[in-house]
């Protein structure tokens, strides 16, 4: 079997998107033959995680690694050092820039992964051109969605695979509520009975909040005791409770303690709603939502947004895709959803089939093993 280098600034302790994302996909991996390189955002946290760590990992003293040639060095050194055959950038920009360096210390093949804010460099001319050298010396690049794939190729260039690598969702982590738990996750959020709509993701314009508060008075024309539970935190949340108390004022807009609590949201919920919208000229866009298949996994009937990758999470079966500011649409999903708890059923079953059938760490664990050519 191949032995993988993993360079990556994103990596825990410190908590994020990429920095989760790139910890699931470990666990997949035999621990031996792979080795990480990362920056250290908080040398005291770092050492205590990297000491409970089944990888050896080694870290580039500084908070932020950049493709400098004191970092190159230093790759080279792990590379030749460890007998690496094939480097693994955990985001494509900017340490990709290091691969044709990483092939010179003998790697005979690089992987590259985006996760979709590469889709904001493709359309810079700066940005584009390194996009450009990444793609020249990487051989596989991953990517979450075919809609992030088709605003990348042309800018990555015609030599690299493109290999499907999004993210996946723990089964056993997220599960439908029986009638027990769905009471205890509302009495935990203080919800009655009633029809629960739960958004949960960063509170900022692009995820739609502010779309689901509008929609309230209307929704409430037909079902004056729906319930709108908005978890996450965020620049816009002062702007979000602002519009509650315009169009909702007894919504819920709070955060959650850790991942239990976000289960409990889930729980709580009989629709899960995230109505994602492209901003920015299509700078700010849904690379996929990850969030739309954990709500699918626990059994609940989902709306989407129409923004970049997110329609690839559900299927006309397990939820709707709705144009992310056309308020209209989103009142009458809504209301379909909720006038129907039968619908609402067949389609939380089937969205809890969809992800054990293409959305689990097994079988993204298992591409990975053979991208990175660490099957036996």
Not at 16 to 40: E, H, K, M, N
Not at 236 to 259: F, G, K, N, Q, R
Request: proline residues 7%; aromatic residues 6%; negative net charge.
């Amino acid at each position: 079997m191949a032995r993988t280098l993993l360079v990556t600034n994103d990596f825990p302790p410190t908590i994020g998107g990429i920095q989760s994302y790139l910890r699931d996909f470990l666990a997949t991996l035999p621990a031996d033959d792979v080795i990480v390189f990362a920056s250290t955002q908080d040398t005291k946290a770092a050492a205590l995680y990297d000491a409970s760590s089944p990888q050896h990992i080694i870290r580039w003293p500084r908070s932020v690694m950049l493709p400098t040639p004191a970092t190159i060095c230093r790759m080279q050194e792990i590379i030749r050092a460890e007998n690496i055959d094939v480097v693994w950038f955990g985001a494509a920009a900017p340490l990709a820039l290091m691969g044709t360096a990483a092939k010179a210390a003998g790697a005979r093949k690089v992987v590259a992964t985006t996760h979709g804010h590469e889709v904001g460099w493709s359309m810079l001319p700066g940005s584009r051109q390194a996009l450009r050298a990444i793609g020249n010396s990487a051989d596989v690049i991953t990517y979450i969605s075919d809609y992030t794939l088709s605003r990348l190729r042309r800018p990555f260039g015609p030599h690299p695979e493109w290999e499907h690598l999004p993210s996946a969702v723990n089964l056993d982590d997220f599960t439908p509520a029986d009638t027990a738990t769905k009471a205890a996750a509302r009495q935990h959020f203080a919800l009655s009975a009633a029809p629960v709509i739960t958004c949960i993701s960063r509170l900022v314009p692009r995820k739609g909040q502010d779309q689901l508060l509008r929609a309230m008075p209307e929704l409430r024309k037909h079902h004056p005791d729906a319930q709108l539970l908005i978890i996450g935190r965020g620049r816009y949340h002062d702007a979000l409770v602002e519009l509650a108390e315009m169009y909702c004022p007894d919504a819920t807009i709070t955060s959650a303690a850790d991942t239990d609590e976000l289960r409990l949201a889930l729980h709580a919920a009989d629709i899960f709603a995230m109505p994602a919208r492209t901003r920015g000229k299509g700078l700010d866009v849904e690379g996929l939502g990850i969030v739309y298949l954990e709500a699918q996994a626990c059994g609940l009937p989902v709306i989407a947004g129409d923004s970049g990758g997110a329609p690839e999470t559900v299927t006309p079966e397990t939820g709707i895709v709705v144009e992310g500011n056309n308020l209209d649409q989103l009142t009458q999903a809504l209301d379909e959803l909720c006038s129907d708890p039968q619908r609402r059923q067949t389609m939380g079953q089937a969205g809890r089939k969809h992800v054990e059938e293409n959305w689990t760490w097994e079988v993204m664990g298992a591409r990975l093993r053979r991208i990175l050519e660490l099957e036996p």
